[in-house]
């Protein structure tokens, strides 16, 4: 007990170690700062020795420890065995003091040599926890992985992979940082092992980190955004990388810290924080695939985030509204924030999607295989035309990136006016471009102006197209009766949750009691699934469907459309995706499209709207087949065709 004493009060008596413990909670924290060792408990056997004497008297969840700016955390099986090793050298010590001595600084050789035995210490070590542990390592570097990262980061990465993994896949990304993936015989769940700029610094460059930060902190330094450059100048040395420490020290105070990291990656399109946080690590969506990471937040890093997002968005976020939906920018890319907290979860959890970098164009997705090209033709005219259209699907089908491709195709003449709770649609870039859109935010937790009142705001703001992010409440009655009666004269776009025509009718008339009557003012319907593909899921168009009134037949008399009898309206397949892809029901070319019938100019035939189909068909496969599918050549194509 003297020698525990003495070590908690920062005694020099044993070994070079002068590691400083204290208990927080459930957690034993060890200031290392003047300590040789840094506190590295995988490799300095001084630190594990004062670590354990802590440990003898009390167990904890975890272990951190804190050397010049550089914070370690020792949890799960490391904690695990160094809490193990404590009560094994409480126990032990009556038995054999030798051994137990020799466990605190070397518990792996202990356990070896207690186990080779019969006898007490034997026992002890299995009902302690030291033999299993000490079993499942190999060596120190594997048993006490800890999870390391700057103080001034509210996350932690291990910083080793483990010992039996295998690298598949390595790349640079734009932010300085590197990413692995690994493979292990054991796990099905692939690896995402993430290694950011800030890990590469040396123990001076991250000491210069945290002096900067507690400047910055400390209100020492003025500037708003300017001000992390500031606080690092102003405690950088000649020689260190002040640029690279601006950037950490803003991504880290002032951004999205290691959730900025992971979505520089262009292959990752969500992360999930699953509660609780500090125990669970990041997972990851790469090209469909989801992956575990090395990446924990903290706590502390959670409440930030959480508290962040709540000041940005100007909504409720609390114990008596646990749910929160905001859009933010990280990096170049916006994302979508899903959280939730107290009661409805174990603390905060949150869910992040990342829009895309560049905007999408119906002749991008014809080059990814999303939908061929005569569908986009189709799309195309429709939505040039006025006409009214759902983009249904489930969740993660690429329904809000088939609607920003639908955009662009808008007259560019024709103003728009997109009403979104959520902002993920492209209206800056489609402004940029010279369109002529105005966006209305929407509430759907009374802290602004409903969807309802917002649409009804946007159909006094003037004729034109109008564009519903999301179709989920009550606005759904507002928007059908202004499609009903005409009240815009530019295309009705939205998305919706459903699963093709039946279920998208039932989700608009029976679940919010949009009349079927109105709902015969659809035009045409846009179904997406998702499918596994050889490089992970993909995204594509499974149907494109026109609506029809119950009772009318097509020019082949012929009956048997989907949805046929069920109330008012009925679907008929334009395009269908089989073996071949996306493919034609051939109702088009027999002139049998209601659609394309009502798409026709005054003196236009149905003939010559079907030669201009196959025109445009022509045309956007050539865009998609020579890579001309961002938006400023597409439009500079659009300006060609229509003037040539």
């Not at 006898?119 to 006490?144: H, S």
């Not at 460059?205 to 606080?231: D, I, K, M, N, Q």
Request: charged content about 30%; overall charge negative.
């Amino acid at each position: 007990m003297d020698a525990l004493l003495s070590r908690l009060r920062g005694s020099d008596d044993a070994g070079s170690c002068r590691c400083r413990p204290g208990f927080d909670g459930d957690r034993l924290v060890v200031d290392a700062s003047d300590c040789p060792g840094g506190g590295r408990l995988e490799s300095a056997a001084d630190c594990r020795e004062t670590v354990v004497e802590a440990l003898t008297d009390r167990d904890v969840e975890a272990v951190t420890t804190r050397a010049n700016g550089t914070l370690r955390a020792y949890e799960d099986d490391a904690a695990a065995l160094l809490v193990a090793t404590g009560r094994f050298v409480d126990a032990a010590a009556f038995h054999d003091e030798r051994l137990a001595e020799r466990a605190k600084g070397d518990p792996l050789a202990a356990a070896r040599e207690a186990t080779g035995r019969a006898g007490p210490v034997r026992r002890i070590a299995a009902e302690t926890g030291l033999a299993d542990g000490a079993a499942r390592a190999q060596g120190y570097e594997d048993a006490l992985r800890p999870y390391v990262g700057p103080t001034v980061s509210r996350s932690r990465v291990a910083a080793r992979p483990p010992a039996d993994a295998r690298l598949v896949d390595r790349r640079e990304l734009d932010s300085g940082g590197t990413v692995r993936v690994y493979e292990r015989p054991s796990d099905a769940v692939r690896t995402y092992h993430l290694e950011p700029v800030e890990a590469g610094f040396d123990a001076s460059t991250t000491a210069t980190l945290a002096a900067a930060y507690e400047r910055l902190a400390g209100g020492e330094v003025s500037g708003a955004e300017r001000a992390p450059g500031r606080a690092v100048r102003s405690v950088a040395d000649p020689d260190d990388p002040v640029e690279r420490l601006a950037a950490v020290l803003r991504k880290h105070a002032r951004g999205y810290g290691v959730v900025a990291d992971l979505f520089a990656d262009g292959r990752v399109s969500d992360v999930f924080a699953t509660a609780p946080v500090a125990e669970t690590p990041l997972r990851v969506r790469v090209d469909g695939e989801t992956m575990r990471t090395n990446v924990r937040l903290t706590r502390g890093g959670a409440a930030a985030l959480a508290s962040r997002f709540r000041r940005e968005s100007g909504r409720a976020f609390s114990g008596a509204d646990p749910t929160l939906d905001a859009s933010v920018v990280a990096g170049d890319r916006r994302v979508r924030v899903a959280a939730v907290t107290d009661p409805v979860s174990d603390g905060v959890a949150f869910a992040f999607r990342a829009g895309d970098r560049e905007p999408w164009t119906l002749p991008a997705l014809v080059a990814n295989g999303t939908l061929s090209a005569a569908a986009a033709a189709v799309l195309s005219v429709a939505v040039e035309r006025g006409a009214a259209g759902l983009v249904a699907g489930p969740r993660g089908a690429g329904k809000t990136t088939c609607l920003s491709a639908l955009l662009w195709e808008v007259p560019a003449e024709t103003r728009s006016v997109v009403i979104e709770d959520t902002p993920e649609l492209p209206v800056d870039a489609l402004q940029s471009g010279g369109r002529d859109v105005q966006a209305l935010r929407s509430s759907l937790d009374g802290t602004g102006t409903s969807p309802t009142e917002a649409l009804r705001t946007a159909l006094r703001l003037g004729s034109g197209a109008l564009v519903v992010g999301e179709i989920r409440g009550e606005e759904a009655g507002t928007l059908y009766e202004a499609m009903r009666v005409g009240a815009n004269d530019g295309a009705v776009l939205g998305t919706i949750h459903g699963n093709g025509g039946a279920d998208v009718r039932e989700r608009v008339v029976a679940d919010l009691g949009v009349p079927a009557s109105s709902f015969a003012a659809t035009d045409f319907l846009v179904t997406l699934e998702t499918a596994d593909g050889g490089d992970g899921t993909e995204r594509r168009v499974r149907s494109i469907e026109e609506v029809r009134r119950a009772g009318a037949v097509d020019g082949s008399g012929k009956g048997g459309d989907s949805g046929a009898g069920a109330g008012s309206v009925r679907f008929a397949p334009l395009f269908e995706r089989d073996g071949d892809g996306l493919s034609s029901t051939d109702r088009i070319e027999r002139g049998n499209s209601r659609l394309v019938a009502s798409l026709t100019a005054p003196g236009e035939r149905y003939a010559d709207l079907r030669d201009e189909l196959t025109a445009r068909e022509s045309w956007l496969s050539d865009l998609a087949a020579t890579g001309r599918t961002d938006p400023e050549r597409v439009e500079r194509a659009r300006i060609e065709r229509v003037t040539a």
